[in-house]
């Protein structure tokens, strides 16, 4: 059970576990641990038939299973309530389920069921994207993790990050797409593709991104853009692009933002194109 200190990169849901990317002290490689978590979520009612009805729908799907009667204590009052225990066991389909059970169910009261699985890991915790901790595992199986710094502290050490930049102009439309240009620099290093023959072109930046490793790609509209198209062409000739750690990650492909009023300005923001298991900042997407 090997005991080191370094960086939690990053971590994220999926299926019955928490995924773990960790950067460990004068390592060059980086960690992928997982770990079980089901988490519990509740529902309150005082009606016994609409619990038994709720049961029902319950048991007809996969990502939750009860618990049975138990009291927590309720945040704005401090009193304690009964509530009915349900155990999170599928983390990729809890929301949308969760979502169907409440809209068949709404008379019930819900608690827990939307905080995002890895912020309520986190809290939990105390981790956070970029702690630095001391950590043991066995395997592939991450045993402990143990925070060596807190969210307030403003003197830290960086995490050694490995940053490469992704280059393209692209065009992308609901009728068609099509990639003009496409470069990968990493340090002094820079990598530029014909795109006569993107099956050719996205093989080799598979084998680049393999090699490289980076932990952080910057690119300058990717979140509009790039990304998509990316994703969109190489989903056309199914070959799975490793700009993701993680493999075999399905996602919608969406170029619609979204518009909101800040300080009195109406501000419109691209969709985002975050990555599993690495970092994805667009220059023109970001707050950076």
């Given at each position: 059970m090997p005991e080191q200190t370094g960086w939690l990169f990053d971590y994220y849901p999926m299926g019955p576990e928490m995924v773990f990317w960790l950067i460990p002290d004068g390592g060059e490689d980086r960690l992928r641990l997982v770990s079980p978590y089901a988490p519990s979520c509740y529902v309150e009612t005082r009606d016994p038939k609409k619990l038994d009805r709720f049961l029902v729908s319950l048991s007809k799907t996969t990502a939750f299973v009860p618990v049975?009667?138990?009291?927590r204590k309720d945040f704005w009052t401090?009193?304690?309530r009964e509530l009915f225990e349900l155990k999170v066991v599928n983390l990729d389909r809890a929301y949308q389920e969760i979502n169907q059970l409440y809209r068949k169910h709404p008379d019930?009261?819900?608690?827990?069921?939307?905080?995002?699985?890895?912020?309520f890991?986190?809290?939990?915790?105390?981790?956070?994207p970029s702690v630095r901790c001391r950590f043991r595992y066995e395997g592939e199986n991450l045993l402990e993790c143990e925070p060596l710094e807190e969210t307030g502290d403003t003197n830290?050490?960086?995490?050694?990050?490995?940053?490469?930049?992704?280059?393209?102009?692209?065009?992308?439309?609901?009728?068609?797409?099509?990639?003009h240009y496409l470069a990968l620099q990493m340090g002094d290093a820079m990598i530029e593709w014909e795109t006569d023959d993107l099956s050719d072109l996205f093989h080799s930046l598979n084998a680049?991104?393999?090699d490289w490793d980076p932990d952080l790609i910057w690119t300058t509209g990717g979140d509009s853009l790039l990304m998509p198209c990316l994703f969109?062409?190489?989903?056309r000739l199914n070959i799975p692009l490793?700009?993701?750690?993680?493999?075999?990650i399905r996602r919608k492909i969406s170029l619609e933002g979204r518009s909101y009023v800040s300080y009195g300005r109406i501000v419109y923001r691209d969709p985002d194109y975050p990555l599993w298991g690495r970092w994805h900042i667009d220059h023109r997407n970001c707050f950076l």
């Open positions: 049975g009667k138990t009291e401090g009193k304690d019930l009261s819900y608690y827990d069921c939307d905080i995002p699985f890895e912020q890991f986190g809290y939990k915790h105390n981790l956070f830290y050490p960086a995490m050694p990050l490995r940053v490469a930049q992704l280059h393209g102009e692209a065009y992308l439309d609901p009728r068609r797409a099509s990639l680049y991104l393999d969109h062409l190489a989903g490793h700009l993701d750690r993680e493999l075999n």
